[in-house]
């Protein structure tokens, strides 16, 4: 890690929002932000990797409480920052197993979030702490791509995700 707020310090959350990716298009966000809505009913929302706030302030917007958690306090410095960020509840603390107050209806983890967990046990633990989280018939969604796997030629198991001379 490069300091404490692991590899999502100030240099990625200063520009985390200015992502050109379908991720952050108003269209991809409403929908997801459908989604969640109608699964937290009339019950809370815990956004596991909370960031930037790029779907938990839209979603309390429509009306949904949310809590957040994130390792990284220079993420949710600019979420604070945003109209509608103090309406978001937010511990810091890795999302694998930070506990916070309360049950939820839905508890959801956006992005391929799930990715920066890079043993099992640590998913393992994600997915218990999710549980641990959720009231009676609550869900646990998660956003991941499917690796394409055919792009690898034989016998190599990465493809990386930017090359260049200096990095």
Do not use: W
Not at 4 to 15: I, R, S, W
Not at 146 to 155: N, Q, S
Request: aromatic share 6%; proline share 6%; net charge negative.
């Amino acid at each position: 890690m490069r300091d404490a707020d692991g590899y999502f310090g100030e240099a990625v959350a200063a520009t985390y929002d200015d992502r050109t990716s379908e991720m952050f298009d108003p269209a991809v966000v409403a929908a997801t932000v459908d989604v969640l809505a109608d699964l937290a009913g009339a019950g809370r929302a815990l956004e596991l990797g909370v960031g930037t706030g790029r779907v938990a302030l839209p979603l309390a917007a429509r009306g949904v409480p949310v809590h957040g958690t994130d390792l990284s306090r220079a993420m949710v410095d600019r979420l604070h920052a945003k109209p509608g960020g103090d309406a978001i509840g937010l511990t810091i603390g890795d999302f694998a197993t930070t506990r916070v107050d309360g049950t939820f209806s839905v508890a959801y983890l956006l992005f391929n979030t799930i990715m920066n967990l890079t043993t099992q046990e640590a998913q393992v633990a994600c997915f218990r702490n999710a549980a641990a989280h959720l009231a009676p018939g609550g869900r646990f969604v998660i956003e991941v791509l499917v690796p394409e796997l055919r792009r690898l030629p034989p016998g190599q198991n990465v493809v990386p995700f930017h090359v260049s001379p200096t990095e």
